[in-house]
């Protein structure tokens, strides 16, 4: 399985171009210093070495699951080891999601850096045989006697197939079984033995990391500081390398340099970290952050160095062929609480022609492990043997005195060995083991409310109140309807928000705050949702608070006015204004229409207009239709205004004249009484009558 022999008779030191990170006694405590240190010789095989065997390498054909990016050219395995103290210290569940996002941040890091590898977390494991007692360090007493460290320890029982005559330790088998590229040790920090305040150490080129957290588990204090500490000495491990004048080896690669840019931030494997004062990428002359270039070519570019490297370090050890696929028979276990135990069942697909394992991890729900489930530290190692297509895994249930509704607890496989997981998730259920009443919860809303007083949102639990019951509260933008316009978020403070009714409690009350604005506006309204965490009766679960306006409303008066009051029938059209005066608050809307000639003479486009808050005028067109016609006589026309019950009308209605504007056409016979040609005879008739005089 190995595609290389992990002790060499030419030992090479742990501490060959080892990094250790410190933060120095008399500085600010998020600043981190990277200083070089010696240790004894172990048992590593650098990246110098690897390269000087003259093997042709090329990536090897795993199967990413978990975080690592699947397009990426190079896969590296990464194996954590926890010092039981640590795990201890943080839990069981925090560590495993805290190294888990370490894994991805890196992997985001490679990504933003143009580097084409990803790191892939295997498995990660409690130290059997590193006691938590140990010092960080060897030590040699007066009289040559050594006392062996936690990191020496680590080395022999991780890393040296020989460290004993009985045979390799647990740790070297588990190791070797997953053939993981990188391995990493992670500590609790201890100040009390580590004067320099060491956070982490990395071995320039070699496979081995460690990392020291501050992080408690229960404050926020440091608890993204590893993560960067990660992500610097993993660069370590493929080779890259402090800025110029701090470089932690002499056979480093010439351009292996952290740099600056962005306005003077530190690039990832920058000696000193600051959190305020970094960006999260390698060195690399191809990219530009704040219009400054994070690296110069063939000078500082960590990019191409762990670029290089990448295929080689992904082959230190060959992972086992996968046998099969496990996941879980169905997203769903029930039990009763007093059935005692509960069975889950996992099934293996494919090949089945060997042995093969997989983790199953017990994630802290509304049940919880220690409370609920009898089952040490959340996690339960299953075995496959040779042609093995299922395993059954017994969980053993706490029955207690609570009276509780129905608990779940989320199941996860992961770090599976020689296997590949699908269906990596399910859920088990826990049914109460009593008679469990929780009652039903009515939901509502106080009456309408004048804006900036409170809107109160009260939850009565009836007909039972056993146990521990949960509810989300949550308001949103309403769709208005014909009696109530819809609220803005400007009009209220969203809420959105848990409640949870504790065993016997029977009220809750939440307040929803309004805003008192000098906005004119009607009636308005939001919704109130309610809907239940677990599988509670909610009666009203969708409600609607109303906020009352409390400014006064002057929508003022309408006057409606002509241009011309007289025109002609060929005008084509005329405007008509209507004026808003002596106020203009609040949406108005007037109805206009046309009477006297009707349709005949003139014509509406439409049927009324609406003045917006604060609109004073709008033009209004009236058609007027020429007929053509000499028999039509001068006709009137009015266009009315009507105005909602709330609104005056100073001037309803203007009244337009059209004139006709059509000539006679000459008739074949005469008519002396009148016409055109009658008129012209007479005058004709006169003229020679007073030239013959």
Same mark, same amino acid.
């Given at each position: 399985?190995?595609?290389?022999?992990?002790?060499?008779?030419?030992?090479?030191?742990?501490?060959?171009?080892?990094?250790?990170?410190?933060?120095?006694?008399?500085?600010?405590?998020?600043?981190?210093?990277?200083?070089?240190?010696?240790?004894?010789?172990?048992?590593?095989?650098?990246?110098?070495?690897?390269?000087?065997?003259?093997?042709?390498?090329?990536?090897?054909?795993?199967?990413?699951?978990?975080?690592?990016?699947?397009?990426?050219?190079?896969?590296?395995?990464?194996f954590v080891w926890f010092q039981p103290a640590y795990l201890t210290k943080i839990g069981v569940q925090s560590a495993h999601s805290r190294?888990?996002?370490?894994?991805?941040?890196?992997?985001?890091?490679?990504?933003?850096?143009?580097?084409?590898?990803?790191?892939?977390?295997?498995?990660?494991?409690?130290?059997?045989?590193?006691?938590?007692?140990?010092?960080?360090?060897?030590?040699?007493?007066?009289?040559?006697?050594?006392?062996?460290?936690?990191?020496?320890?680590?080395?022999?029982?991780?890393?040296?197939?020989?460290?004993?005559?009985?045979?390799?330790?647990?740790?070297?088998?588990?190791?070797?079984?997953?053939?993981?590229?990188?391995?990493?040790?992670?500590?609790?920090?201890?100040?009390?033995?580590?004067?320099?305040?060491?956070?982490?150490?990395?071995?320039?080129?070699?496979?081995?990391?460690?990392?020291?957290?501050?992080?408690?588990?229960?404050?926020?204090?440091?608890?993204?500081?590893?993560?960067?500490?990660?992500?610097?000495?993993?660069?370590?491990?493929?080779?890259?390398?402090?800025?110029?004048?701090?470089?932690?080896?002499?056979?480093?690669?010439?351009?292996?340099?952290?740099?600056?840019?962005?306005?003077?931030?530190?690039?990832?494997?920058?000696?000193?970290?600051?959190?305020?004062?970094?960006?999260?990428?390698?060195?690399?002359?191809?990219?530009?952050?704040?219009?400054?270039?994070?690296?110069?070519?063939?000078?500082?570019?960590?990019?191409?160095?762990?670029?290089?490297?990448?295929?080689?370090?992904?082959?230190?050890?060959?992972?086992?062929?996968?046998?099969?696929?496990?996941?879980?028979?169905?997203?769903?276990?029930?039990?009763?609480?007093?059935?005692?135990?509960?069975?889950? $069942? &996992?099934? =293996?697909?494919?090949?089945?022609? #060997? %042995?093969?394992?997989? +983790?199953? /991890?017990?994630?802290?729900?509304? !049940? @919880?492990?220690?409370?609920?489930?009898?089952?040490?530290?959340?996690?339960?190692?299953?075995?496959?043997?040779?042609?093995?297509?299922?395993?059954?895994?017994?969980?053993?249930?706490?029955?207690?005195?609570?009276?509780?509704?129905?608990?779940?607890?989320?199941?996860?496989?992961?770090?599976?060995?020689?296997?590949?997981?699908?269906?990596?998730?399910?859920?088990?259920?826990?049914?109460?083991?009593?008679?469990?009443?929780?009652?039903?919860?009515?939901?509502?809303?106080?009456?309408?409310?004048?804006?900036?007083?409170?809107?109160?949102? $009260? &939850?009565? =639990?009836?007909?039972?109140?056993? #146990? %521990?019951?949960?509810? +989300?509260? /949550?308001?949103?933008?309403?769709? !208005? @309807?014909?009696?109530?316009?819809?609220?803005?978020?400007?009009?209220?403070?969203?809420?959105?928000?848990?409640?949870?009714?504790?065993?016997g409690e029977t009220q809750k009350t939440l307040n929803i705050s309004t805003l008192d604005d000098d906005l004119v506006e009607s009636t308005?309204?939001?919704?109130?949702?309610?809907?239940?965490?677990?599988?509670?009766?909610?009666?009203?679960?969708?409600?609607?608070?109303?906020?009352?306006?409390?400014?006064?409303?002057?929508?003022?008066?309408?006057?409606?006015?002509?241009?011309?009051?007289?025109?002609?029938?060929?005008?084509?059209?005329?405007?008509?204004?209507?004026?808003?005066?002596?106020?203009?608050?609040? /949406?108005?809307?007037?109805?206009? !229409?046309?009477?006297?000639?009707?349709?005949?003479?003139?014509?509406?486009?439409?049927?009324?207009?609406?003045?917006?808050?604060?609109?004073?005028?709008?033009?209004?067109?009236?058609?007027?239709?020429?007929?053509?016609?000499?028999?039509?006589?001068?006709?009137?026309?009015?266009?009315?205004?009507?105005?909602?019950?709330?609104?005056?009308?100073?001037?309803?209605?203007?009244?337009?004249?059209?004139?006709?504007?059509?000539?006679?056409?000459?008739?074949s016979t005469a008519d002396s009484g009148g016409g055109a040609f009658g008129w012209l005879s007479l005058l004709l008739a006169g003229l020679?009558?007073?030239?013959?005089?």
């Amino acid at each position: 399985m190995l595609k290389k022999t992990i002790l060499s008779t030419s030992m090479v030191a742990f501490g060959v171009g080892l990094a250790v990170f410190s933060v120095a006694a008399n500085e600010s405590r998020n600043f981190t210093h990277f200083e070089d240190a010696l240790t004894p010789s172990k048992f590593e095989i650098t990246l110098e070495q690897l390269k000087s065997q003259a093997m042709t390498y090329q990536t090897r054909a795993k199967s990413p699951t978990g975080t690592a990016n699947k397009e990426a050219a190079a896969i590296v395995d990464l194996f954590v080891w926890f010092q039981p103290a640590y795990l201890t210290k943080i839990g069981v569940q925090s560590a495993h999601s805290r190294f888990s996002e370490m894994v991805d941040g890196v992997n985001q890091a490679f990504l933003d850096s143009e580097i084409d590898v990803s790191v892939r977390l295997v498995n990660a494991e409690p130290l059997r045989n590193v006691s938590d007692e140990l010092p960080l360090q060897s030590t040699i007493d007066s009289d040559g006697n050594v006392t062996q460290g936690a990191l020496d320890r680590f080395n022999s029982v991780v890393l040296d197939v020989n460290a004993r005559s009985e045979g390799p330790y647990y740790e070297y088998k588990k190791y070797a079984a997953y053939g993981a590229d990188l391995v990493m040790y992670a500590r609790d920090f201890r100040e009390a033995e580590q004067t320099n305040l060491s956070l982490g150490v990395g071995a320039n080129g070699g496979q081995i990391s460690a990392i020291f957290d501050r992080y408690n588990g229960l404050s926020d204090e440091f608890m993204f500081e590893s993560y960067s500490i990660f992500k610097h000495v993993i660069g370590h491990n493929f080779g890259g390398d402090h800025e110029v004048g701090k470089i932690s080896t002499l056979t480093s690669e010439s351009d292996a340099r952290a740099t600056t840019c962005d306005g003077g931030k530190n690039t990832i494997m920058w000696s000193g970290y600051d959190k305020n004062n970094a960006v999260s990428v390698y060195s690399n002359p191809n990219i530009q952050l704040g219009g400054e270039f994070c690296g110069e070519l063939g000078k500082t570019d960590n990019t191409r160095v762990i670029n290089s490297n990448a295929v080689i370090t992904s082959n230190r050890w060959d992972a086992p062929d996968s046998l099969g696929i496990i996941s879980f028979s169905q997203t769903g276990y029930t039990a009763n609480e007093t059935d005692g135990t509960v069975t889950i $069942t &996992l099934t =293996r697909e494919g090949s089945l022609s #060997g %042995e093969s394992e997989v +983790e199953l /991890a017990i994630l802290d729900d509304s !049940a @919880t492990v220690g409370n609920d489930i009898a089952i040490t530290s959340g996690v339960k190692r299953v075995f496959f043997s040779s042609g093995e297509a299922s395993v059954t895994v017994v969980l053993n249930l706490i029955v207690d005195e609570v009276a509780e509704t129905q608990e779940s607890v989320n199941l996860i496989l992961r770090y599976p060995l020689a296997a590949t997981v699908t269906a990596t998730q399910a859920k088990l259920t826990i049914e109460e083991s009593g008679q469990v009443n929780p009652g039903e919860v009515d939901v509502s809303v106080s009456e309408a409310k004048v804006e900036g007083q409170d809107v109160v949102v $009260t &939850l009565n =639990r009836s007909n039972g109140s056993d #146990g %521990e019951i949960s509810f +989300e509260v /949550a308001t949103g933008i309403m769709t !208005a @309807t014909a009696d109530l316009d819809a609220a803005t978020a400007d009009d209220f403070t969203a809420l959105n928000t848990a409640v949870t009714f504790a065993d016997g409690e029977t009220q809750k009350t939440l307040n929803i705050s309004t805003l008192d604005d000098d906005l004119v506006e009607s009636t308005e309204g939001f919704s109130v949702m309610v809907t239940a965490k677990q599988n509670s009766i909610i009666n009203n679960s969708q409600n609607v608070a109303q906020i009352l306006d409390n400014d006064e409303v002057n929508a003022g008066s309408f006057t409606i006015s002509a241009a011309d009051s007289q025109v002609n029938e060929d005008v084509g059209t005329l405007e008509l204004t209507i004026d808003r005066t002596g106020g203009s608050d609040g /949406a108005v809307e007037i109805g206009i !229409a046309v009477e006297g000639g009707g349709e005949d003479f003139a014509q509406l486009d439409t049927t009324s207009v609406v003045f917006a808050d604060g609109e004073v005028q709008k033009a209004v067109v009236v058609r007027v239709l020429n007929n053509n016609s000499t028999a039509q006589t001068t006709q009137n026309f009015s266009v009315v205004m009507t105005t909602p019950e709330t609104v005056t009308a100073s001037v309803a209605r203007v009244t337009v004249t059209v004139l006709n504007d059509d000539e006679a056409t000459q008739t074949s016979t005469a008519d002396s009484g009148g016409g055109a040609f009658g008129w012209l005879s007479l005058l004709l008739a006169g003229l020679v009558f007073r030239k013959r005089q």
